[in-house]
């Protein structure tokens, strides 16, 4: 398991004193302390200064104090009490010597926390000032707690930077400021730490005595990145804003199921339609203990660069639909393709044809269905489909067309959820937003949540939401990355049941890799979860794992 550990450093005391400016003042490490709570937080001072500190700091028990000389800083002896040249092109009132050392001291003290707190598995460093950049601190904040809960890659260094490149000469890192790196953050297990600060303890000396000039921390960063292996592959793309910590790529602290001991795939034997492949499959348990699942299919092949290839030269996405009964050992049996009678007028030249994405749910003593649809909506635009699945006839019946609450240009995962004993829908996450149909079918949002984890400002609906002996909720979200190919991520998140504000989360995972992985169908046992998943849209599985090893940690998402 991960344990992180996030360090900082106020090396400042009444005879040295930093900037008069907002941005050093001594109350954002008031801020470091609470919003990270419970979080250990590590606080590196100067002896001269640890008892206004302390004092500053009691009422927080998260937060160990360390007081350090500058005598016994490797960084102030090889910088500090120094006759070097400082960069040309600098501000003159903040880029002090007295400054510009400081900013290099954090690998230093990040290196000694991984000396000081062994079972500490990874470092987060914070510059002090951090709050001072955060627009959204209590987001980003409940970020960072997040991650203190969370798996991390057992082996990275991740640095956040404004550009996109290093410089293409060496020499204007001693003459101006180079934002290849930000600066105020940075992350690595502690290997990965403690080899950047033997790379730092090697490399500084030569470069200081080759050009005889102080330079700034990031400055050297990016000297480093394009002369040593050490931060190779460690930037990734921030600003000086929030965007330094929530800009983690996601691939740093997304669990792979397929890592976990309990982990277990099952392939099911689906029966063959022409020119067509299975795709994601949507679960129901009825009243009576029958499951039943409902397998799209499609008719294109998706390439990892994106493209589609098509059996014609149409190009038009053909979608049908296949029920079968899952029995007690999860296993399928009487497949029969559904016959798609809505009603509804098609529209002729649509790119899509039929229901797409089908979530099965149960409502007023009938089995109903609510999917994403092109071909019966006269705009083209993507729009939900309501209508009746009859497991007697095999058709769906009885269709009816959706309308969200304001015009958009594409609907699709709306999850069907009883809200107070009505048939309601989650339309969105961020804000939470859910909404009752009126009796033009027009959405209505009739209760909103606001949450705190900017994680949810892409989460989007995958599967319904399931009772717990607990009483609450329980479901699968998913947010999506752009790339080729694009990269899905998931979580489990837990609902109050009467009010459905949700309660608690998973860290995001993957099943398998990290790739165009879908769920729309998930239960889950006594002490397992079931998730059925397609992989590229076609490859359609069961996976289960242990209740145990997808925990439901973190509690950081507030009205």
């Not at 500190?53 to 998260?62: F, K, M, Q, V």
């Not at 350090?68 to 102030?76: G, H, I, Q």
């Not at 904040?141 to 057992?154: D, E, G, K, Y």
Request: aromatic content about 14%.
């Amino acid at each position: 398991m991960t344990n992180l550990l996030y360090v900082t450093a106020y090396l400042y005391d009444s005879a040295n004193r930093p900037l008069e400016h907002p941005e050093f003042s001594v109350e954002h490490l008031h801020t470091l302390s609470r919003q990270l709570s419970p979080s250990h937080l590590l606080i590196f001072v100067l002896k001269s200064g640890e008892s206004a500190i302390r004092e500053l700091l009691a009422p927080y028990s998260n937060v160990t104090i360390v007081p350090v000389t500058l005598d016994e800083l490797w960084t102030w002896r090889t910088l500090g009490n120094t006759s070097y040249e400082l960069p040309m092109h600098r501000n003159l009132q903040k880029d002090t010597r007295d400054h510009l050392w400081r900013t290099h001291a954090c690998v230093e003290l990040a290196y000694r926390a991984t000396e000081l707190f062994t079972d500490s598995t990874h470092i987060c460093w914070l510059n002090f000032t951090v709050p001072y950049l955060f627009s959204e601190p209590d987001e980003t904040f409940a970020q960072l707690r997040a991650f203190a809960q969370w798996q991390l890659s057992p082996k990275m260094l991740a640095m956040p930077g404004c550009l996109s490149s290093g410089p293409s000469n060496h020499q204007t890192l001693t003459e101006q400021i180079c934002w290849r790196f930000c600066g105020a953050v940075f992350w690595g297990d502690a290997q990965s730490i403690k080899e950047f600060y033997n790379t730092y303890c090697r490399e500084l000396p030569p470069f200081l005595e080759a050009h005889q000039v102080l330079p700034w921390d990031v400055n050297f960063w990016a000297y480093l990145e394009t002369t040593t292996t050490t931060l190779a592959g460690a930037w990734y793309a921030g600003n000086h804003d929030d965007s330094i910590v929530v800009g983690l790529p996601h691939k740093y602290y997304t669990q792979c199921l397929a890592d976990t001991q309990s982990f277990c795939k099952t392939t099911y034997e689906y029966p063959v339609i022409a020119d067509m492949r299975p795709t994601s499959a949507a679960f129901l348990q009825l009243h009576d203990g029958r499951r039943i699942l409902n397998t799209r299919y499609v008719n294109y092949w998706l390439y990892a660069d994106g493209s589609y290839r098509y059996p014609s030269h149409e190009h038009v996405i053909e979608n049908a639909n296949m029920l079968c009964d899952i029995d007690d050992t999860l296993m399928p049996s009487d497949f029969r393709q559904m016959k798609e009678n809505t009603g509804l007028t098609e529209t002729v030249g649509a790119y899509s044809r039929g229901l797409e994405d089908i979530r099965l749910y149960k409502y007023d003593g009938k089995i109903k269905c609510i999917a994403t649809n092109v071909n019966y909506v006269n705009s083209g635009r993507n729009r939900m489909v309501l209508g009746n699945y009859c497991l007697v006839t095999g058709e769906i019946t009885d269709g009816r067309l959706l309308h969200p609450p304001q015009e958009t240009w594409c609907e699709k995962n709306w999850i069907p959820v009883d809200y107070r004993g009505q048939e309601a829908f989650i339309y969105q996450w961020w804000p939470m937003h859910i909404g009752v149909l009126d009796e033009k079918d027009h959405l209505t949002i009739v209760r909103e949540h606001k949450l705190m984890n900017p994680l949810f400002k892409r989460v989007r609906g995958s599967t319904l939401f399931l009772p717990q002996t607990s009483g609450s909720l329980i479901g699968v979200v998913h947010f999506s990355e752009e790339g080729s190919p694009r990269k899905y991520f998931h979580m489990l998140v837990e609902l109050d049941d009467e009010s459905l504000m949700p309660l608690r989360f998973s860290q995001p995972f993957c099943f398998e890799s990290l790739g165009v992985e879908f769920c729309i169908g998930f239960t889950h046992t006594e002490d397992a979860y079931l998730f059925w998943i397609s992989r590229m849209d076609r490859d359609p599985c069961m996976i289960s794992v242990y209740k145990e090893e997808l925990i439901l940690s973190t509690y950081c998402i507030r009205e």
